[in-house]
């Protein structure tokens, strides 16, 4: 897509909670963009919030609506094959939230599908933008630790009671594994490249709880291991990323601040926006430690980069490739869980 003066028109499915705090405040964050249509069945709800956009009561009419040119899918999560494939029939660019697919043959046939019909296509990874990983990524980058040799990441909270959503309820695409994984996984494969094996285990914990609730993955890169955990009755919390390395080890204890801020209502641009006062702690071969103040995070560069792509001004940020290879851990870990094995992912995109 050419350079143009007019701006992106966007038209955002769903108004659930990823659509309604991260979607709509990070597009209209970003000079270029205008969120125009919102599909939903509440439309009271969405023009609560967003006075000014057209309110679509059909999924599908909204995917394929052509006076929109970028179509987000925000929708759950066993829906967004059906509308991408839906948006880039339509020849619509589509970003899709995570989970990219269920299955990864669907990924592979809609990355297929945005290559024969010209359109862009990517997933929302916004976690790539926020402090705690930015901070691991710059050490790495930096040599502070020498090579990754050992890395964990875990997003753990604790919610002993159940939450009456989608997400938690038995179904397809509910539970914590499709929830929080694609996060970890995409992570770790940004920190360490593309592992060999993969092993992973579920659990339902929580009293009454209809899905996964507790999961662990552990990725194999030769050598090296990343221990990929989230959990639900974790009351003190735990470090989010720790990195053992050939010369020495690095610890981020608290996560990124951004989710947090959206749901108090801070915005980009606002100054405390993606600030993070907790240190990355650099311990060298000695033992001695060091604090490392961490760069700031602001998701909506996401967004950005996008509308940079669809300009003709910059990449993908989230190429149909990158996610697939997500989607190819996912299914490993799935596989693994259910069979009790050391899994290899399947890599190829077609």
Not at 90 to 96: E, K, S, Y
Request: net charge negative; proline share 6%.
């Amino acid at each position: 897509m050419s350079e143009r003066e007019a701006p992106i028109r966007v038209s955002l499915i769903g108004y659930g909670f990823a659509g309604r705090t991260f979607h709509a405040p990070l597009i209209r964050a970003v000079p270029g963009l205008s969120l125009d249509f919102v599909a939903s069945r509440d439309a009271d709800k969405v023009h609560a919030d967003l006075p000014d956009v057209e309110v679509i009561d059909d999924p599908v009419r909204a995917a394929t609506d052509p006076r929109a040119d970028l179509i987000v899918i925000a929708s759950p999560n066993d829906s967004h094959a059906s509308l991408a494939r839906a948006a880039l029939v339509a020849g619509r660019n589509v970003v899709v939230d995570k989970p990219f697919t269920l299955a990864l043959a669907e990924a592979r046939e809609l990355g297929a599908l945005a290559h024969e019909n010209n359109c862009l296509l990517s997933v929302f990874q916004n976690r790539r933008w926020d402090t705690d990983y930015l901070a691991i990524k710059q050490a790495l980058g930096d040599g502070l630790i020498g090579e990754a040799m050992h890395l964990e990441s875990r997003i753990d909270r604790f919610r002993p009671q159940p939450r009456q959503r989608w997400r938690e309820q038995a179904g397809p695409g509910s539970g914590v594994l499709w929830d929080l994984g694609p996060h970890l996984v995409d992570q770790a494969l940004q920190l360490l490249g593309w592992p060999d094996t993969v092993q992973a285990s579920v659990a339902v914990q929580r009293e009454g709880a209809q899905a996964d609730d507790w999961a662990h993955v552990v990725l194999g890169f030769g050598r090296r291991r990343a221990i990929l955990h989230a959990g639900m009755l974790a009351a003190g919390g735990s470090h989010r990323f720790l990195v053992h390395g050939t010369r020495g080890s690095a610890i981020k204890r608290q996560a990124d601040p951004q989710e947090a801020q959206l749901i108090a209502g801070l915005r980009p641009g606002d100054a405390q926006w993606g600030v993070d006062d907790d240190d990355l702690f650099v311990y060298d071969d000695a033992g001695a430690a060091r604090r490392v103040a961490v760069p700031r995070g602001d998701q909506s560069r996401y967004y950005a980069a996008i509308r940079d792509a669809l300009l003709g001004r910059g990449e993908n940020p989230v190429p149909p490739a990158q996610a697939i290879a997500v989607m190819a851990v996912l299914e490993a870990a799935i596989v693994s869980a259910r069979e009790g094995r050391v899994v290899a992912p399947d890599f190829q995109v077609v």
